[in-house]
């Protein structure tokens, strides 16, 4: 029995390194300090800062002046639009939306990426007799998409290039 369960093992994991597959592991970026810009959104500034500074060679200072690159997010809008109605007409689904504009250039003004948005959407059903745990609910997704935009853009930043 023991041996089926070690075949099996090693049949997953020949299957899984032959399709390429391999995990992200740390980012690498083609810069060595950023300063995180982004005066609407402090929340959205904290995990972008942690995400950059967590595993990588990158260094993320408390000064513009300071670092090689900026990267400026000038807006983060969350969006909540009705997706669906009930035939009574009350709410049965929404539709969250997050977007975030960014832009990562050098301390003369030259862009080391275009400038960029990410979008994020989610939705999720409503019931009238459970608020609290809609409350709840938008929260979480809300923090996810958060999260998801933070992961996005640090992949577009891994494949920044200097200007020349």
Excluded at 58 to 71: N, S
Excluded at 117 to 146: G, K, W
Aim: proline share 4%.
């Amino acid at each position: 029995m023991w041996w089926s369960r070690a075949l099996a093992a090693v049949a997953c994991a020949a299957a899984l390194s032959a399709c390429g597959f391999h995990l992200r592991g740390d980012a690498s970026f083609p810069f060595s300090s950023v300063y995180v810009n982004a005066p609407t959104s402090k929340p959205f500034a904290q995990e972008m800062s942690r995400a950059i500074g967590s595993g990588s060679g990158a260094k993320v200072v408390d000064e513009a002046g300071a670092a090689e690159v900026v990267l400026a997010i000038p807006s983060v809008v969350d969006d909540k639009d009705v997706l669906s109605l009930s035939s009574g007409g009350s709410v049965r689904e929404y539709a969250l939306a997050k977007r975030v504009q960014f832009r990562l250039h050098d301390k003369n003004g030259n862009d080391w990426m275009p400038a960029g948005e990410i979008v994020v959407r989610r939705s999720y059903t409503f019931n009238e007799t459970q608020v609290l745990a809609r409350d709840l609910q938008e929260q979480r997704l809300l923090r996810e998409m958060q999260t998801d935009a933070v992961q996005q853009i640090v992949r577009r930043m891994q494949s920044a290039r200097k200007p020349t």
